[in-house]
């Protein structure tokens, strides 16, 4: 439960990549917005499915613009449809987690994948 509420809180917490605003980790990918940026959950990847950005947000006060350049990979992460997460790095040894939302929640099938990620580290 605990994974899952540090994903539906944003991207603010320890975890995040970059927990410098609520935006921070919102990607677009095959016409959704994921959100979500866990670097210490193991993830086995799949295919690489395609490119893509981080978007742009307000909410950290800058006016830095973002670059228009695909710059990070997405992959398919085993276990989960990619409909509802991908993984979303440089390289597949550097993948993070990236979830859909409803509102400021995520699908239930990703609650569950989280939480048996997060067993299998823990051993």
Do not use: W
Request: aromatic letters at 6%.
């Amino acid at each position: 439960m605990l994974a899952f509420l540090a994903l539906a809180a944003g991207c603010s917490d320890a975890d995040s990549a970059d927990a410098q605003g609520t935006c921070m980790g919102m990607i677009k990918f095959a016409g959704r917005t994921y959100m979500g940026t866990y670097k210490d959950l193991p993830l086995k990847t799949g295919d690489r499915l395609g490119s893509t950005r981080p978007e742009p947000c307000n909410d950290t006060g800058s006016s830095r613009p973002v670059s228009k350049e695909p710059t990070l990979k997405v992959y398919r992460v085993i276990g989960i449809d990619a409909k509802l997460a991908v993984g979303v790095g440089d390289t597949v040894q550097d993948v993070r987690l990236y979830a859909v939302r409803d509102g400021k929640k995520v699908p239930r099938d990703v609650e569950v994948f989280i939480e048996h990620a997060r067993r299998t580290k823990d051993g």
